[in-house]
């Protein structure tokens, strides 16, 4: 592991250090908050001690920030954001005058929970339960990578009551990722009270279960903190220390009051508490530099991988074939130019949730086994896995259905985008092509959720070679991508001229709308609905056919230009309302242009059945919608 390991106990010079320098930092802490007039203090100065002996220790700094080998330190608690800044700040990443006056001002990079915008902050957290599946990957990707570092991850003892975190758990033991050492801060209070009152649980029994090594320590013992470091460093599992501390301590009448988890304190109380810690109270001299502050560049510290494009297969005129077994195939493609081809050293890895088979990745665990991670039944712990080891050099492509890789997640990429990550997205069985699966299985609403996520790009190929062009552009494009496809398998499109349209020489252009048939009336599509929106076109001469695969940005001018037509037909298996239709309406609205937009999608959950059968019923089927297109033109 690290060449930086920690020593059995804390020399009377670094304990003396330590402890003037915590002092330092629960005034600050204690500054900030009061000075926000809101804030987490009681969790911060409970948590201080443990920060400070791991940015003593641990190997990282100012100067290695930008090394991927470096160790990291994780706040899954991100309400703890005065202990962190505090901690950064004296360990000269930044200036505290800056933390503490800026602190939760409008525009400052020193937020109410931790960003990664903070020079030294490694993820972005708030939403409790996930900076453990955050660390399985940053712990994963070292171990791919074969760098020789830690990953250490403060969580709260309120926090072991969400559910990810066990499945975490499991996911850290299943890979052996002896390289993650997690601190609980057990001060036995959460916002409505004692821990034991609110959730019952048993944090030494629960980590043993599911195979961790679990240590306890004083978490306000300097000598406590280390010997327990050291001693996990020892083991082969992932290991767990949990630290017993006190909830605001430091500050007598703080201590052990449950109201100071979110509470500041008043001015009053704020200069007896800092007279107590032996310091000089400076409140004004942080209310007036807060008055001198213009702004802040909130940029995420995200370093592109270098990914070379690999050669595109063509499927010909003739054939049919499903989209997810396209995209497989490039996913596969991918890995072994990885391994040995001219992506060599660049780690392409596929994270499954139990659907290899299914989502066509099952090549990858067979041939390239190094590049394939099972996730099991666990999609929250595996989005936040694989985007988390984006941000340390893995290309993931994370994969599951539809249902489960959005909806089920959405909160996991919510913070996927927040963080800025360079997650791959690969979904299948999309919509109501899923049948006999019925609505529970049916997704039908994903699109309206991924354009919430405002530096994902969503992509939804219309066959086999437009997928293959997708997941290829998705590889090598530096972001977040979702590639979204159905289950059923779609004949190749072909040109007017019958060759396949996104054959030879295409090139995926995201934002595109691709003219796919001539004609006055405009019918847009996409996906597993663009075949049969040109048996549509079959039926009613007069449309002209449009593929758009990225149904949550479509082009601007390009709609700009079909609404000369004064009416706009769409035509998809997604809730209208939140899809492309709506996509449609909103330039169409914003731009006054006077255009009727006309909608065919999923307006109720729908049947198991085949999905011929059950977009008949929904008044789907390409005889219906030109039915009723006849009637409107």
Not at 231 to 246: E, G, L, M, R
């Amino acid at each position: 592991m690290s060449n930086k390991l920690f020593p059995v106990s804390v020399s009377e010079a670094d304990e003396k250090a330590l402890k003037a320098t915590a002092a330092e930092c629960r005034a600050a802490i204690l500054s900030m908050t009061t000075l926000a007039a809101s804030g987490h203090p009681g969790g911060s100065m409970s948590s201080i001690d443990i920060l400070l002996t791991l940015y003593r220790y641990a190997d990282i700094s100012p100067a290695n920030i930008n090394d991927y080998a470096r160790d990291k330190v994780i706040a899954s608690i991100g309400h703890i954001s005065p202990a962190v800044y505090s901690t950064l700040a004296v360990n000269g990443f930044f200036p505290m005058d800056d933390a503490i006056s800026q602190f939760r001002l409008a525009g400052s990079l020193y937020e109410g929970h931790i960003e990664r915008s903070v020079v030294g902050v490694e993820w972005t957290t708030g939403n409790l339960g996930q900076g453990l599946s955050a660390a399985c990957g940053m712990a994963l990707a070292a171990k791919i990578k074969g760098e020789n570092s830690y990953v250490y991850v403060i969580m709260g003892d309120g926090e072991q009551q969400k559910g990810q975190l066990t499945e975490a758990k499991r996911f850290a033991t299943k890979y052996n990722l002896s390289n993650i050492i997690a601190f609980i801060d057990a001060n036995n209070l959460q916002i409505c009270g004692k821990t034991c009152d609110v959730m019952p649980q048993s944090f030494i029994d629960e980590y043993s279960a599911t195979g961790w090594n679990v240590l306890t320590a004083d978490g306000h013992d300097y000598n406590s903190i280390v010997a327990a470091v050291n001693k996990a460093q020892q083991s082969d599992k992932p290991t767990v220390i949990i630290a017993s501390t006190t909830m605001g301590k430091g500050v007598s009448f703080m201590e052990n009051k449950h109201k100071y988890h979110g509470s500041p304190l008043s001015e009053d109380d704020y200069k007896k508490a800092i007279v107590e810690l032996g310091l000089t109270p400076d409140l004004d001299r942080y209310k007036a530099l807060r008055k001198t502050f213009t702004g802040a560049e909130h940029k995420l510290p995200n370093r592109d991988v270098l990914v070379n494009p690999i050669p595109a297969h063509i499927y010909k005129a003739d054939e049919k074939t499903d989209c997810r077994s396209a995209a497989g195939l490039v996913m596969t493609a991918m890995a072994e130019s990885s391994v040995t081809g001219n992506n060599k050293g660049v780690p392409f890895v596929a994270f499954d949730c139990d659907l290899a088979g299914s989502i066509k990745t099952a090549d990858i665990e067979k041939n390239f086994p190094e590049r394939f991670i099972q996730c099991g039944i666990s999609e929250h712990n595996a989005a936040t896995v694989a985007s988390a080891a984006s941000v340390c050099g893995i290309v993931p492509f994370f994969t599951t259905f539809t249902m489960f890789a959005v909806v089920e997640v959405y909160n996991q990429l919510r913070m996927a985008d927040i963080n800025g990550t360079n997650m791959k997205v690969i979904s299948t069985h999309a919509g109501v092509d899923v049948g006999e699966d019925g609505r529970t299985h049916q997704c039908i609403d994903y699109l309206g959720l991924m354009r919430n996520l405002f530096s994902f790009q969503v992509i939804t190929p219309a066959d086999p070679n437009q997928t293959d062009a997708a997941v290829r552009y998705a590889a090598v494009h530096q972001g977040n991508v979702a590639v979204i496809m159905g289950r059923s398998k779609v004949p190749t499109i072909t040109a007017e001229d019958g060759k396949p349209l996104f054959g030879e020489g295409y090139q995926f252009q995201y934002g595109k709308i691709d003219e796919v048939r001539k004609g006055k009336i405009p019918l847009l599509s996409y996906g597993g609905m663009l075949y049969r929106a040109l048996k549509v076109k079959e039926l009613v001469p007069e449309l002209g056919v449009y593929n758009v695969s990225t149904p949550t940005t479509p082009n601007r001018e390009e709609i700009i230009e079909l609404a000369k037509a004064g009416v706009i037909f769409t035509y998809e298996d997604h809730n209208p309302y939140s899809g492309l239709y709506a996509s449609v309406c909103e330039i169409v609205a914003s731009e006054g242009l006077a255009c009727k937009v006309i909608p065919f999608g999923v307006t109720k959950y729908a049947y198991s059945g085949t999905p011929d059968d059950v977009f008949k019923l929904l008044g789907l089927s390409p005889e219906g919608v030109a039915a009723v297109i006849k009637k409107k033109i």
